[in-house]
């Protein structure tokens, strides 16, 4: 996996709780991404980070929030996690090759269930 | 209408089959094109990565793109069960975010 990993790898939760999942990368990559996977909707980006302390939105934002404040490590809250957060969560991370997209490297995955 | 299109399947082929998998999309800015394999409960993992329109070949598994037709495919020869998995297609317009559009992924399934 790249040198990712995800805590927890299973989280169940309570409607209006908030959670924090954590993606740890152990060899410095600059970019880091929050995708979660539904049936019938692929992997979708929450957010993603291309620094310390360098955010931005992805196409599903509301109701998550990001933090980097090291390399190596890229929290995703749910501020007030609701039932239709209940998904996997992947992050991801990438680097730029000279004349060349970012192949994106996948961690193992959260599996986040809110009753 | 999704920017990216791919039939969910599922797919079931004989041991030793040439499977093809497909994407359409719609963004003609798209310029970079991926193949994720992801087995269940598994985060994906790239197989395949090809940039603007052509064929990338490696080992059993071949990647065309026309940019033309706006659409992508993966070919995987002498099909395995091991190759029994979720195929993702991901594509993206480059820079520096690098943000991908995936599919919604089609399930294959290589019977013994």
């Known amino acids: 996996d790249a040198g990712i990993t995800q805590s927890p790898r299973h989280k169940v939760t309570e409607t209006g709780t908030p959670v924090t999942l954590r993606c740890h990368q152990t060899e410095n990559h600059r970019y880091m991404y929050w995708y979660r996977q539904d049936p019938g909707h692929g992997l979708r980006l929450i957010h993603y980070s291309y620094g310390v302390k360098d955010t931005d939105k992805g196409e599903v934002s509301d109701g998550y929030s990001v933090s980097r404040s090291k390399t190596e490590d890229f929290l995703l809250t749910l501020e007030s996690a609701t039932s239709s957060q209940t998904s996997v969560y992947f992050c991801?991370?990438?680097?730029?090759?000279?004349?060349?997209?970012?192949?994106?490297?996948f961690g193992p995955g959260t599996r986040l269930t809110v009753t | 209408q999704k920017e990216v299109e791919q039939d969910p399947g599922p797919l079931s082929v004989p041991e030793g089959a040439i499977v093809s998998l497909n994407c359409t999309y719609s963004?003609?800015?798209?310029?970079?094109f991926m193949w994720y394999r992801q087995y269940s409960r598994k985060g994906p993992e790239l197989l395949m990565y090809t940039y603007s329109s052509g064929n990338k070949e490696d080992g059993r598994f071949t990647a065309q793109v026309d940019k033309s037709s706006k659409y992508i495919s993966l070919f995987i020869r002498d099909s395995q069960p091991s190759d029994s998995a979720t195929y993702l297609c991901a594509m993206s317009g480059g820079g520096a975010t690098n943000k991908l559009i995936f599919g919604t992924g089609t399930l294959l399934a290589v019977q013994p």
């Open positions: 991801a991370i990438s680097e730029p090759h000279q004349g060349s997209a970012y192949e994106q490297y």
């Open positions: 963004n003609s800015a798209f310029q970079y």
